[in-house]
């Protein structure tokens, strides 16, 4: 009996011990949410790895805003451009702060998804220098304030490529030596594309579906050479020597880094180059903060650290002026002149020419259209493997019934 | 009376939440971009007949692959003493109970190239291993995750076994093959099928496995179907009609081994 | 079983118990934040789920043959289908309810609503066979004995059953919690701590993830003993009433 007593009331200071930990947690987590329902919350959608979060040494530009005016901020991040196309446009979240490229914005402007600025909040938009104010994109300067801007090349590891730096194109990436050692974009439909329309030395804008079809078929030769398809790791794989090479958007990272084996290059014969602007949606909930967001970016101050952290060009002088001068003053960074007359922006392509550019793109990745008869024979195997155990089962009951009818 | 109060609500949620989103995937799978019936998503499926494929044979390997690691130690563990047994089942459940994501990204930084698994082979002298970014990888990290739905039913099924069956069957002159061959694996023929089942649903549609472990290289119709959705190729009519082909064809599974349970054992595999 | 040794270990080796990605990780807003989310998801949705599913256990098993085949058939339908496709069919569903009355924008509501959907399913299998062992008349005794239908349900039946209510409840909670795929698709700009680990599994490889996983390897751990420790005091107890 008493030891009956004994372990009932182990039992239940056990469960209460339990309990009171689930109800700690369940309070926190809803006083936590609590605080964040009690503020104004604006969600910001960005490139990964596209502001500055304090790791660094720099400035947390988040946590300064919340701190200077008390607004939330949900920071989440997207992969590319028309992954946040999509979740603008297939999904009910709505976001407050977006940094789409140059030919998303166009696409937005056009499908009426993203609204006019208020430039009387933005006063800080005026530090943006004149070269890219009005841009093609956004002809009329009224929908986005430009973040940072850049030029794809090819990161490569200097142990591994033996080719001398002049000699590096677009073609390197074709090549059998670099077999399993090459990285390829893992997400982007019209940066992995233009990379073998660069190669095939036609216009990234094309329109034309031939030469889309020709690019592609670069790209599915192109797949036995490639070691996998990331983002945002090559720095990591080619570091490590994982990996030989890679076209990624160019980035300070090569000059602050302490890894000597990187090596960055952007081929003589032409590139892309690309502008990140935040933009506000048209369904968002939070405009007036948005702006004050967007004002707080584009503060010289802020924009310093960010900048410092981010490792994109910046659009702003003034900025650049202040910047660690290894960085501001490297042609590895700001591209020059030279480079940049040779590199074209996206234009926005017409709706059919995007969606057979997309298809296209996941042709490659898919390893082109194959297998249909195959799948239709396993679908049928399995349709027929049902029926026959259908049937089988009711002749076995029929024969059961019938045994016992006798 | 009682039913009447009770039930209303639940068969509300079960309608709102279980059969209108259903049956919104099969009507945005026959409708096109302007809201028209249309049937060329349908057609435009079998342009991902490769990856229908690839996702099927991967999934076949890995359930095999189960079947062939996770017989054997639900049998050892339904046979060993049950303090034992506990700690052994415990040990099983630990890495379910972990986050599917975290251990992923635990293999990826083991298997990569100067990772761990490299290492060890390097130190036993067969030269450089890199798995990762394979689809031996994928295959893997199916098996590692998916194991623990092979090995438990199985468990269950054997735990619950007359022992007397095996006892009559030494008493009859079998010897320990025949037994396992005529009288064991029969009897726990309903756990294996729930384990393939639970085994291979799951890895048919995983989606994030072959972006982390395979490099990419060998998207699944689960990285299809997201990129349909929310990733680059936005199209989410064709996303639902590959969806609805995924879902026929994981309802045709699961009504063949429906046809091997017994329908009492199949609340109690459910679970 | 092997392997789940293997990893965890060189997980633990990986991290080699240097305090600073520790500190790190619980100064990094977001996974914090993500934390949050999840316990709160994981809370609401599991709790929410096991009074919903209870219910309509008792409800179901009240029913005729029939009905109840169609309905647990029903119920069953989550538990068969590939994730993925709940998941996509439930944003289907939201997004659709948007488009055309304004309501259910993606977020934390939206969340909930999708984990106890997900969740019922192990609630109400869990609980019904503990209904059906249950003796047919107890219910009717209690009414009898002067008890309110209600009173009757909550101190006899419910009593009976908890054990397969508390199964179904933690169950519910796992399966939340560790939900990666219903969430990525219903939680719009929401994130749980799954998808925060998607995301940084895309960036540069951090420490910070290993410590997590670390931290959240012990938790289980823990877990799993309470439970063990738990289930052997009630056998013995079991014994001894027997």
């Known amino acids: 009996m008493k030891n009956i007593k004994l372990i009932i009331r182990n039992k239940v200071f056990l469960f209460v011990f339990v309990a009171v930990i689930l109800v700690f947690l369940f309070l926190k987590s809803i006083f936590g949410n609590c605080q964040s329902f009690k503020k104004i919350t604006i969600n910001v959608y960005n490139w990964g790895n596209h502001i500055s979060d304090g790791s660094n040494g720099y400035l947390d530009v988040n946590a300064e805003f919340e701190k200077r005016t008390g607004i939330q901020v949900n920071y989440t991040t997207y992969l590319d451009n028309e992954s946040l196309f999509a979740k603008l446009n297939g999904s009910s979240t709505k976001y407050d702060v977006i940094f789409p490229s140059d030919y998303m914005i166009a696409k937005l402007i056009e499908k009426d998804m993203i609204t006019k600025l208020d430039f009387n909040m933005i006063k800080n938009a005026s530090t943006i220098d004149k070269e890219f104010l009005n841009p093609q994109y956004d002809p009329t300067n009224e929908y986005s304030v430009p973040y940072t801007w850049g030029v794809i090349g090819i990161f490569y590891n200097k142990k591994i490529v033996d080719d001398p730096k002049e000699k590096i194109d677009w073609d390197i990436f074709w090549n059998p030596k670099y077999k399993g050692k090459i990285l390829m974009f893992e997400n982007s439909p019209r940066d992995a594309l233009a990379l073998s329309l660069l190669k095939l030395k036609l216009s990234i804008n094309t329109t034309k579906i031939e030469d889309l079809q020709r690019a592609a078929q670069e790209m599915i030769n192109q797949r036995p050479l490639i070691n996998s398809y990331v983002s945002e790791q090559v720095f990591d794989k080619i570091g490590s020597g994982e990996a030989a090479l890679a076209p990624y958007y160019s980035d300070a990272y090569i000059v602050n880094s302490k890894n000597e084996d990187i090596g960055f290059v952007v081929p003589k014969s032409g590139t892309n180059k690309f502008v990140n602007a935040m933009c506000v949606p048209k369904d968002s909930n939070h405009k007036k903060e948005a702006m004050q967001y967007i004002n707080f970016i584009c503060n010289p101050d802020i924009a310093v650290e960010n900048i410092s952290h981010v490792a994109y060009c910046t659009p702003q002088s003034v900025v650049r002026k202040r910047l660690d001068p290894k960085v501001a003053n490297s042609e590895l960074v700001y591209p020059s002149k030279e480079i940049l007359s040779k590199s074209f922006t996206y234009k926005n392509l017409p709706d059919d020419i995007n969606i057979a550019v997309n298809n296209l793109w996941l042709k490659t990745r898919i390893d082109g259209y194959n297998g249909k008869l195959k799948l239709i024979l396993i679908f049928l195997i399995f349709i027929l493997l049902y029926f026959t155990i259908l049937i089988y089962k009711f002749i076995k009951k029929r024969k059961e019934f019938k045994l016992y009818e006798f | 009376m009682k039913k009447r109060v009770v039930l209303p609500p639940y068969i509300f949620w079960l309608v709102t939440f279980v059969l209108v989103p259903m049956s919104l995937v099969v009507y945005f799978a026959f409708t096109d971009k302007n809201g028209n019936f249309s049937l060329s998503n349908l057609n435009d499926v079998f342009l991902y007949s490769n990856v229908f494929l690839r996702s099927i044979w991967l999934g076949f390997i890995a359930t095999s692959f189960c079947f062939l690691i996770g017989y054997p130690t639900a049998y050892i563990i339904s046979r060993v003493n049950i303090k034992c047994r506990k700690f052994l089942i415990a040990m099983i459940m630990l890495p379910m109970w972990t986050n599917f994501l975290l251990k992923t990204y635990a293999w990826m930084t083991i298997l990569e190239e100067r990772g761990f698994v490299s290492c060890f082979f390097q130190f036993l002298g067969i030269g450089k291993f890199s798995l990762i970014n394979t689809s031996s990888a994928v295959v893997f990290g199916m098996v590692y995750n998916f194991i623990t739905y092979m090995i438990l039913p199985i468990y269950s099924v054997l735990i619950r076994n007359d022992r007397h069956l095996v006892e009559a069957a030494q008493d009859l002159g079998a010897n320990q093959l025949k037994i396992f061959l005529k009288v064991t694996f029969p009897l726990s023929l309903p756990g294996v099928i729930a384990g393939i089942a639970m085994v291979f649903v799951p890895s048919v549609s995983t989606f994030v496995l072959s972006k982390m472990l395979g490099g990419g290289k060998d998207l699944l119709i689960g990285d299809i179907i997201d990129m349909q959705f929310l990733g680059s190729v936005y199209n989410p009519c064709l996303g639902s009609a590959i969806s609805l082909v995924l879902m026929i064809l994981v309802f045709i599974c699961s009504g063949i081994m429906n046809q091997f349970v017994k329908r009492e054992e199949r609340t109690v595999i459910a679970l | ?242």
């Open chain 3, 1 to 242: 079983m092997i392997f789940s040794f293997n990893s965890s270990k060189s997980r633990i080796l990986w991290t080699g118990f240097t305090f600073e990605w520790y500190k790190s990780l619980f100064e990094d807003k977001e996974i914090l934040k993500s934390l949050n989310n999840t316990l709160f998801v994981a809370f609401t949705a599991s709790i929410f789920a096991t009074i919903i599913g209870t219910i309509a256990a008792a409800g179901i098993l009240k029913l005729n043959k029939y009905y109840q085949k169609v309905i647990l058939s029903v119920t069953r339908l989550p538990l068969i289908n590939p994730e993925i496709v709940n998941g996509i069919s439930l944003m289907l569903l939201f997004v659709f309810i948007h488009k055309k009355t304004g309501f259910f924008e993606q977020g934390i509501f939206t969340l909930i609503l999708s984990h106890i959907t997900f969740c019922l399913p192990y609630v109400v299998l869990s609980v019904i066979p503990k209904l059906r062992q249950l003796t047919p008349n107890i219910y009717e005794a209690a009414l009898d004995l002067g008890c309110t239908p209600f009173s009757a349900f909550l101190k006899v039946v419910l009593r009976e059953i908890m054990p397969g209510v508390v199964t179904g409840g933690i169950m519910a909670f796992t399966v939340s919690i560790d939900d990666f795929v219903v969430s990525y698709f219903t939680g719009g700009a929401v994130q749980t701590l799954s998808i925060s680990i998607y995301s940084m599994s895309k960036r540069s490889i951090s420490p910070k993830i290993n410590a997590l996983s670390t931290l959240l390897f012990l938790s289980t751990l823990i877990l799993l003993i309470i439970i063990n420790f738990r289930e052997s005091k009630e056998n013995i107890k079991k014994k001894e009433l027997i």
